[in-house]
């Protein structure tokens, strides 16, 4: 799989060459995407590959990589837990980990693994297509994570909670459970204790570089012609600069947890999703002041691009995280060497 893997996404991306408008003209492409069967697991020896494939998708369509990377994101996490499915090996699968304190899904009938679930979840991205979900339940004071599949009484998918303009197309909206049946996964807290939480969400940024790589391509299709133009010049000059450190920060970063796979990534993920944040933003900023108000306004993709990625970037926590990673890098055995 892994020589043929970049063909196999070019022709599976072939006849979905715009960024959809709604949530429904993603099922096909998201199907044609699952039936290239499972990416490489993160720590598997193959993240780099992973990676590529996330970035490829993230450069055609932000929304499609949200839903694409939820249902692989799912996959490896039954996968590192040992569980296999009770799904169709052609189920499109969502991973929802949203914990704002308004909106929790509670369990009841705790006594096995077959439990019923109480309560809303927000922020579903995929909710009207997916057909089943793992997601984080509680279960008392502890975390848990459940499967569940969607069509079936007592899930009800809302049009609540999501009024934004970029990656509208996701429809990540609340959806509310009543005595809905599902199974749980793994032990309590498996969700956050795992080495794959931090692999996983350091491939959260490869979806980030790559729609940011699909706008510097569009200022380099731009500068073409203009050579002698040093301010559209200069501004090419930072995103190629922006663009390869980030791709060298995921790249070491990859290389880093498939040779450590069981180690924790906590540091390295803060700092990899932090690196490819500051660059994303100057790629951004660039690309904007370089080509002025003609693209935002005539084409499509690249409009599309600048107010999807914006929204999707603020998956990172921001000052939050570079706090978690001062506090992890603020002791004297802390190695700075070239």
Known sequence: MAASLPRRLDEAL???????????????????????????????????????????????????????????????IMAELGITPEAPTHARWAMWAAEPPQARVHVSGGDTQQVTLHGTKAWCSGAPIVSHALMTVWQGDQQRLAAVALDQPGVTVTDRGWQAVGMQATASVDVDFDNARATLVGP???????????????????????????????????????????????????????????????????????????????????RTRALVEQSVEQIITHCGRALGAGPFCRDHHFAHMMADLPVYLRQSHAERDLAALGRLCNAPDSEWLL
Not at 217 to 233: E, F, I, P, S, V
Request: net charge negative.
């Open 188 to 270: 309590p807290n498996a969700y956050l204790d795992r080495p794959g939480f931090w692999q996983g969400g350091a491939g959260i940024a490869a979806c980030w570089l790559g729609g940011a790589h699909a706008l510097a391509r569009t200022l380099q299709a731009k500068a073409a012609n203009r050579h002698d133009d040093a301010l559209m010049m200069a501004h090419l000059g930072h995103v190629d600069v922006a663009l390869h450190a980030g791709l060298a920060g995921l790249r070491e970063a990859a290389a880093a947890i498939d040779a450590a796979p069981h180690e924790d990534s906590q540091a390295l993920t803060l």
């Open 14 to 76: 072939a006849c979905h060459d715009s960024p959809a408008e709604r949530i429904d003209a993603l099922a096909a492409p998201l199907d044609q995407l699952i039936a290239l069967r499972p990416l490489p697991l993160p720590g598997s020896g193959d993240t780099l590959l992973r990676w590529h494939a996330l970035y490829r998708v993230a450069g055609c369509d932000l929304a499609l990589i949200k839903l694409y990377e939820g249902h692989e994101d799912a996959l490896a």
